[in-house]
């Protein structure tokens, strides 16, 4: 571990070391993303009602709740994807690193950089392996191949599809299995160096084996990056996250240590949820 | 609705009877082979007129009277350094190179005028416009195919020509270039109508994920729908070549018919289609002439028929690169 470090730039190693002070102190590190009396509306509709909750640097924020609780609306409000979407109003406020991207003259496009997403629905490029995660990089403005070819062989090393995939970049993504399409998409995203990044049941699709690995993916990459992971699976929260929000009818319920919230939840409803009485 | 209390209590059981014995199924049989009788018809009509036109332009390769006037040969090569296509003078001529390069150069024009209008209207319909706009202009584009080419023909004839020669002062007024683009008008409604379905029929998954990337509209436009649309665009495209090189009331109207063989746009030229729709009405059944416009045909479909081949298995080979071996 040590050694490694020579090989980054200073700047880098200094950012890296406080990151992972950060994470082996008890203390809770700064905060990364944070929405204000968000409310979230579909025409007339109510999906998501003043929500308020930090997230925090280098951890794993798990989102559950019942189906329409309004925690994947939620989720695609932090990398303003509900721009796509006709009709939709933010009231509110979401910061990234203070700066609330929100703001009349915030462009959406650069918000989306920062903060990627990964979806239920594995859904890589009908392109090549290779050209799946180069995507982010070629459109932000990068040209230099062999940046490029760096770049991509580290994302898809990340998310553990390197050794799978080296010898067939050129086939199409849409030739891999069900996993590793999801892997891909995971890859995909990290390509472009997200400082947060966002996932939407990203293993509901998979099979228990490629479950696991996108699990053990998602706790990996951690010291990288903050997490933020909507599931219907609440072992799984409690697997890979350190804090979980409980989503009901549109409200933040109650959000709190994961280790907490499943053992000694403050609320009736998280308590109903989680003991499997509704959801 | 009816009152729950006034519904019988022994309603009549709806339940299919409970042998499985095959009983005699007379009427299902009967409509799948009228069904089956109509497709092999059409089929059937299809055969028939290719076997009539080969039959028609076998003499050309088998007949002795014919071989005096003409041979296979003799349609290719030159004749005193000419290559003219003169059937009816006192010594026949009957050199198709000018025809099938006047064919190709009309063709090609249309498709450089056409391609890239017709899919760049198809991306702006299907990846810029509103709904609204959309579901005015997708019908209005289309209903543009229903115009009859003989309409197109004279509307080149007269008002294209005209316009070609005021921009770029043509010697001749009807010429490879009027006919081209009449010819681009004619397809541009089938390329633009195959390419927005192709464009539409890209998932929405991909848009999604190209957004979450960080993509603008443009770039998803550009980088991630067109390649998906690739296949389709490719298929549209062959589509509208086998439109152009099969019109005829355009170009007999409007390229002025002179068999020439040179590339230059502003020359007159003379297409396969309008050879065989000129001189077949006049022609004596069974001389050299009849059997050489027959070959011609045969030439006409056995290229056509050649493109669309070949553009279905490039079609096939780029939906196959792109989505895998699955």
Redesign the interface.
């Known amino acids: 571990m040590s050694q490694s470090f020579h090989r980054l730039l200073p700047e880098e190693a200094h950012s890296a070391l406080v990151r992972i002070a950060a994470l082996k102190s008890d203390g809770p590190t700064p905060v990364k993303m944070q929405a204000k009396g968000l409310t979230v509306s579909y025409s007339a509709k109510e999906a998501v009602k003043d929500v308020t909750i930090d997230v925090h640097e280098n951890e794993v924020l798990a989102l559950i709740g019942p189906s329409g609780c309004g925690k994947s609306t939620f989720l695609r409000v932090l ?1 303003r ?1 509900n721009d ?1 979407i006709d009709g939709v109003t933010v009231k509110g406020s979401v910061t990234l690193d203070g700066q609330d991207i929100y703001a009349p003259n915030v462009d959406a ?2 918000v ?2 920062r903060v ?2 990964v ?1 239920q ?1 594995s ?5 090549s392996i290779f050209e799946n995660v180069a ?2 990089l ?3 403005g990068i040209r230099e191949g062999g940046l490029i070819a760096q770049r991509v062989e580290r994302a898809l090393r990340q998310a553990a599809l390197w050794d799978e995939v080296k010898d067939r970049l050129t ?6 299995s069900g996993g590793q399409q999801q892997r891909l ?1 995971i890859a ?2 990290l390509a ?1 160096e997200p400082e947060v990044l966002l996932m939407d049941e990203p293993a509901s699709a998979l099979d228990p084996i490629a479950t696991a690995k996108v699990e053990d993916l998602v706790a990996e990459l951690r010291s990288d990056l903050t997490i933020v992971i909507v599931t219907h699976n609440m072992q799984q929260a409690a697997r890979v996250s350190q804090k979980t929000g409980f989503f009901y009818m549109g409200k933040l319920v109650e959000v709190g240590d994961t280790t907490t919230l499943f053992t000694r939840p403050k609320e009736r409803a998280t308590e109903d949820y989680i003991t499997g009485r509704f959801g | 609705m009816q009152d729950v209390a006034t519904i019988p209590r022994e309603i009549e059981s709806t339940r299919p009877s409970r042998s499985l014995v095959a009983k005699g199924r007379i009427v299902e049989r009967l409509v799948e082979g009228l069904i089956k009788l109509v497709a092999l018809v059409s089929i059937a009509a299809v055969l028939l007129i290719l076997l009539f036109v080969g039959k028609e332009a076998l003499p050309v390769l088998t007949s002795a009277i014919v071989q005096k006037e003409v041979t296979l040969g003799g349609m290719f090569a030159s004749r005193e350094g000419l290559f003219s296509w003169q059937p009816v003078s006192d010594i026949p001529k009957y050199n198709i190179l000018p025809l099938l390069v006047g064919s190709v150069k009309v063709t090609l024009i249309a498709l450089v005028f056409a391609v890239p209008l017709s899919v760049s209207a198809a991306l702006y319909v299907s990846e810029m416009a509103g709904k609204r706009t959309r579901e005015l202009l997708k019908p209005a584009i289309e209903l543009l195919a229903g115009v009859p080419s003989v309409v197109i023909g004279f509307f080149a004839l007269v008002v294209l020509s005209s316009w070609v020669q005021a921009a770029f002062g043509t010697e001749h007024r009807l010429n490879a270039l009027v006919a081209g683009l009449g010819l681009a008008f004619a397809i541009c409604p089938i390329v633009f109508s195959v390419s927005e379905d192709a464009l539409r029929a890209v998932p929405g998954s991909y848009r999604t994920a190209a957004t979450a990337l960080g993509s603008s509209r443009s770039q998803t436009t550009l980088r991630v729908i067109l390649p998906a649309a690739g296949p389709g665009i490719a298929a549209a495209i062959v589509l509208g070549f086998g439109r152009a090189i099969g019109e005829t009331m355009i170009v007999v109207l409007a390229s002025g018919n002179a068999a020439l063989l040179d590339g230059s746009l502003d020359h007159s030229a003379r297409t396969i289609t309008a050879t065989i729709a000129q001189e077949l009405g006049e022609v004596v059944v069974g001389s050299p002439h009849y059997h050489v416009l027959f070959f011609l045909g045969a030439l006409l479909f056995v290229s056509t028929f050649a493109v669309n081949f070949f553009g279905e298995r490039m079609v096939h080979g780029m939906r196959a690169k792109l989505g895998g071996s699955r």
């Open positions: 990398n994807m796509t496009v650069l989306r950089r990627g997403m979806f629905r859904n890589p490029f009908p392109k995507y982010g070629r459109i932000a086939e199409s993504g849409l030739s891999l998409c995909r995203a472009v």
